[in-house]
């Protein structure tokens, strides 16, 4: 496992905070098995990234992880055993439409969704659960 991608913890592997803040060009991310969490900041402003694919083993995304990754359209966390959103962990994603969630989900963060206008409440898949999701548009 790359040391740039990934990083040993007490309790596991997590994708270090702010280890791709500001990759511009980055478009593609495969988050390889074995990663149970992805750090603060991890893709800060990362604007053309279009794509993510994440683990079966995601239990957290961390504060601002995908903040300002202007350019991503659709997140399925459908497959993971996701359990926590950090604040603003999508905040200024202004493309994102949709998104599944799993129903291992147990904590939103502050503003998880703020300024992402094109994603509406119906767009957002929660399996099996009674999860109450706000958000702040910008308009």
Avoid at 32 to 56: D, K
Avoid at 82 to 91: M, N, Q, S, T
Avoid at 107 to 129: A, Q, W, Y
């Amino acid at each position: 496992m790359s040391k740039s991608v990934a990083s040993e913890s007490k309790d596991g592997y997590e994708a270090p905070k702010m280890s791709m803040k500001l990759a511009v060009n980055l478009v593609i991310v495969d988050i390889p098995e074995g990663i149970e969490s992805i750090g603060r900041s991890a893709f800060h402003y990362c604007r053309s990234l279009t794509t993510v694919s994440f683990p079966t083993m995601l239990t957290s995304i961390g504060d601002n992880t995908f903040f300002q990754c202007s350019s991503l359209d659709n997140i399925d966390l459908l497959h993971t055993n996701l359990h926590e959103f950090g604040d603003w962990a999508f905040c200024g994603c202004s493309e994102l439409k949709s998104m599944t969630i799993p129903d291992s989900l147990q904590t939103f963060g502050r503003s998880v969704f703020c300024m992402c206008d094109k994603l509406v409440p119906s767009n957002i898949d929660v399996e099996d659960r009674n999860v109450v999701v706000t958000y702040l548009r910008s308009q």
